[in-house]
C-alpha cells in the first residue's frame, strides 16, 4: 500500500478529513466528531500508519504479525502502528484502519 493508497482509503470513511496539527508530512485522519482515527508520516519508508485498536485486538495482533506495535507516540493500550511492507496484509490493514474509525466515531 503507498500513502497515496491509505490517504484515500481513510478518506474513503464518512465525514473523515485529512488534518496537518504536527507538521506538514504528518497526516492525521479524523473523522466528523474531529476525532483522530489514523496517522501516518508521508514521507517515512517503510510506510507506517497506526491506528486505534480494542486493547484485547491489539494484544493478539502484535502477537500475530511483526509488522504490529504498540502505537509509536500514542497510547500504547488503545493505538497500535503498522508497517506497511511487513507482513500485515493489505486487506487486514484496511479492516484496522475501519475498525480505528468505528472507534471514535
Not at 496539527?21 to 517503510?46: C, D, Q, T, Y
Not at 500475530?64 to 493500550?77: F, M, P, Q, S, T
Not at 511487513?86 to 484496511?94: E, F
Amino acid at each position: 500500500m503507498t500513502f497515496e493508497q491509505l490517504r484515500d482509503y481513510c478518506l474513503s470513511m464518512p465525514g473523515a478529513q485529512e488534518t496537518f496539527p504536527f507538521e506538514p508530512h504528518v497526516s492525521v485522519f479524523k473523522a466528523a466528531n474531529g476525532k483522530m482515527f489514523a496517522l501516518s508520516i508521508a514521507r517515512r519508508a517503510p510506510l507506517q500508519v497506526s491506528v486505534k485498536c480494542d486493547p484485547e485486538l491489539g494484544e493478539a495482533l502484535r502477537r500475530d504479525y511483526d509488522a504490529i506495535v504498540e502505537g509509536y507516540h500514542l497510547n500504547k493500550r488503545h493505538w497500535i502502528t503498522i508497517t506497511l511492507d511487513g507482513d500485515a496484509p493489505d486487506a487486514r490493514v484496511r479492516e484496522l484502519i475501519e475498525d480505528s474509525y468505528d472507534l471514535v466515531r
